[in-house]
């Protein structure tokens, strides 16, 4: 028992001795805690849920009040209710709430016989309604896992309601008090404690009645819990919520199967799956003849045997799965083809992989699975934990095996592509070293082994140079190139850029970046097969016909942006600095010359909410081409009325990359994203004498990534030491008030200003996502 567990146990026991003082001696009269109290799991801030039990008597309003008054002078929340026994029944019956309450009913004071006949009657009602109360029971379950997520891939999950929380513990039970499945096994009751240990302790760090575990007292909650901090609480909940998970999904399962009847007495009919794995009443189990402690192959044979047929594998079967011994190693080739085919099942991969790592069984499988195992990402783009947004990769991965030379290759690098992430520095790089050795481990040939670890090497390459690098310019294509070196890989890379965009959640992979990273793929391909570099997408006709009239002109068609005016400094950003004060947010931009007219294409999405009235945004640009639009003073309005972020944030950062063109110099600014950020940029950049001729934009939750390709005045990359440190600082100082360092400028890294280096180490920085 826990210190937290003995402390609700002790503060229980006094309630219950106090509730007993303000009853006194009353004849046919009780008092029944229901609920969390009635589960003696009362929490610092919890309410009393207590129901007044009588048969019939006509004073029994004063006795309540007897009772309830002191309660609420106490300041104690009070959920109450007075009812005969009959009338309790009746509402349990109409209310699912009240009947799974009664379910947990505790005699406190009182005539003991009159709780025992609510306890009876409550299961009779609650066993003989049973198809239509479990069934109301799995619609609510449906319910909170829908509003309230899974507690084990959420960053502040709520406790009680989530999926995985305590709310579905109180669902198996309910379940078994029906007959119909069993009752929460030890795992379950561990994972149960854990739970509410921490919500015990956020109650006390807090001082609050709270459910929903949120950032800022993560650390503190841990402490209290003696753990380090909130990276190994939330690793700890993720596990407890798994376990919770799997059991409570076991039990529907049972209940959708069984309800209505007892459980059946004929022998159920089984069906060959696979070697010593049969199919048996909806799930796989063992062969009787199958020999687990002889057989090290047997736990990736039927957890296959199960994803192929859509099935889970069942509790018993689990258990009987950890007798199995080590693979031997590298694994016989048998074991490999059934983890390939266990992948290759897609989707219905993911829950029986789930259940294979509550038993422990996938890091006895693959040890180095262990650093990864319900890791917290502090990414909002992610959905998942590490270990379970690898399993989602390599399910995405299933559906894009026809795409690729090597699907087995696919499935694997999708598994391992961030394993890295257990080690500290950059997880690519890690991630490659622990691909080889797994790759070792499993017995793959020294080729395939390399062409993984490579995969997982490179897994961020073509997202990032695809949105953050100007495809028209050669460089950027015949430095991926280079480094791709092969087809293969190259295949490889854009499927597992796919599945791992897909896994990652909403906000990471949409048409927009999967068109740029398809693009960037096409032209890579031609490089490697010896054709000539791709060029550039040229204008159309009414993009030449607005440059031919001279403009000053602007057009929106969808979600692009066209601006044709005399060529100038400044016209890029200035323009940005329109379309970001009707929330127009800038995804990419290019300028193309025509003569002496500069046409401006923008590729750009509404913030939030409906596009703007695009004659409007039309309007206004033309106003900004004739001078007659004070864009710096539009932009300020704006800013004022948005909401100012009180959150820390880190500094923003400033890098300038020489090697990434061979007519311009890359600028890349990293910061918390802001209305108008990419004007503010460039704005700095003109006022350094610079032009920017193309840019770039990736939103990655709260932080944007903008990428300007520069020129100096003589069209020219740039150079000088003091002046490119000048332009640092300058939008440095763009982007707010930073910290200066012993020589005035803006204290950063000496990486910041960088020099020519090798394709790879100039994408180091970037490989973090």
């Known amino acids: 028992m826990t210190s937290f567990a003995a402390d609700r146990a002790r503060r229980t026991t006094q309630v219950d001795r106090w509730l007993a003082e303000l009853l006194g001696a009353e004849a046919d009269v009780a008092l029944v805690a229901v609920g969390g109290y009635g589960r003696r799991e009362l929490l610092p801030r919890s309410d009393l849920d207590v129901l007044l039990l009588h048969g019939g008597r006509d004073d029994i309003a004063s006795i309540a009040d007897r009772i309830w008054y002191p309660v609420w002078d106490s300041g104690a929340e009070l959920d109450h209710a007075v009812r005969t026994v009959p009338q309790a029944r009746r509402v349990a019956r109409s209310d699912l709430k009240v009947a799974l309450g009664l379910l947990s009913a505790r005699h406190v004071a009182g005539d003991p016989e009159l709780t025992e006949r609510l306890r009876a009657g409550a299961l009779e009602d609650w066993r003989s309604a049973a198809p239509t109360r479990l069934a109301e029971l799995h619609a609510s379950y449906d319910e909170r896992a829908r509003t309230s997520g899974e507690l084990a891939f959420l960053l502040e999950p709520d406790l009680k309601e989530a999926r995985g929380g305590l709310r579905d513990v109180h669902a198996i039970q309910a379940v078994a008090a029906a007959w119909v499945a069993p009752a929460p096994g030890p795992r379950v009751r561990t994972a149960y404690e854990q739970i509410l240990d921490a919500r015990h302790a956020l109650h006390e760090v807090t001082g609050r009645r709270l459910d929903r575990l949120v950032l800022e007292e993560q650390d503190e909650v841990a402490r209290a819990l003696g753990l380090l901090d909130g990276d190994v609480l939330l690793r700890m909940l993720a596990g407890a919520a798994r376990t919770v998970v799997y059991a409570v999904d076991h039990a529907f399962r049972q209940s959708d199967r069984l309800r209505g009847r007892r459980l059946r007495r004929r022998q159920a009919e089984r069906r060959p799956l696979a070697d010593g794995v049969v199919e048996q009443d909806g799930e796989v189990v063992l062969a009787r003849a199958a020999d687990p402690a002889g057989d090290p192959s047997l736990v990736l044979r039927a957890a296959a045997a199960a994803a192929q047929a859509g099935l889970p594998l069942a509790p018993r079967t689990l258990d009987r799965l950890t007798e199995c011994p080590p693979l031997p190693v590298p694994w016989p080739a048998a074991a490999r083809d059934s983890l390939l085919a266990l992948l290759g099942a897609g989707p219905a991969a993911v829950s029986v992989w789930e259940a294979l790592d509550t038993e422990g069984l996938v890091t006895a499988l693959i040890p180095d699975w262990e650093r990864v195992r319900n890791r917290p990402q502090r990414n909002p783009l992610h959905t998942y934990t590490v270990d379970r947004h690898l399993a989602e990769a390599a399910a995405h991965a299933a559906a894009l095996t026809r795409e690729v030379a090597r699907p087995d290759l696919l499935l694997l690098a999708a598994l391992l592509h961030d394993v890295g ?48 690098r100007d495809l028209d310019d050669p460089v950027t294509v015949k430095q991926v190139a280079t480094t791709v070196r092969s087809r293969v890989l190259l295949e490889l890379l854009h499927a597992l850029a796919i599945a791992d965009g897909l896994a990652t959640g909403p906000a990471a992979w949409n048409d927009w970046k999967a068109t740029l990273v398809a693009d960037l793929v096409r032209r890579v391909k031609a490089v490697l097969d010896g054709e000539p570099t791709p060029q550039p997408a040229p204008l159309r006709d009414d993009q030449l016909e607005l440059a031919a009239e001279g ?118 600014v990293r910061a918390h994203d802001a209305p108008g950020l990419l004007w503010r940029v460039g704005r700095a950049l003109g006022e350094c004498g610079l032009d920017v001729r193309a840019a770039r934009v990736e939103t990655l939750g709260a932080e944007v990534v903008d990428v300007f390709y520069v020129t100096d005045g003589d069209g020219k990359p740039l150079a000088g030491e003091d002046a490119r440190r000048a332009i640092v600082h300058s939008v440095l100082t763009a982007l707010g008030d930073l910290p200066l360092g012993g020589n005035g400028l803006p204290a950063q890294d000496a990486g910041t200003v960088r020099r020519p280096v090798a394709w790879v180490l100039c994408l180091r920085p970037f490989l973090t996502g």
């Open 421 to 468: 992430k257990g080690w500290p520095g950059d997880h690519s790089v890690t991630g490659e070293v622990v691909a080889r050795d797994v790759g070792r481990r499993m017995g793959l040939p020294a080729a395939d082994g390399e062409l993984v670890a490579a995969a997982v090497r490179l897994h961020l390459l073509l997202p990032m140079v695809a949105t953050r």
């Open 551 to 668: 403009g000053p002109a602007a057009t929106v068609i969808g979600s692009e942006v066209t601006v044709v005016a005399p060529d100038r400094p400044g016209l890029l950003w200035r323009a940005a600095g329109v379309l970001a004060s009707h929330r127009l947010a800038v995804r990419s931009a290019n300028a193309t010359s025509v003569g002496d007219i500069a046409v401006s294409v923008f590729d750009v999405e509404p913030e939030f909410g409906d596009p703007p009235d695009a004659s409007l945004v039309v309007a206004d640009l033309r106003r900004m081409l004739q001078g007659r639009l004070d864009v710096e003073d539009r932009l300020d309005r704006r800013a004022r009325a948005v909401r100012p972020r009180s959150a820390n944030v880190p500094a923003p950062k400033v890098s300038l990359i020489d090697d990434a063109s061979d007519t311009a110099t890359v600028v890349e």
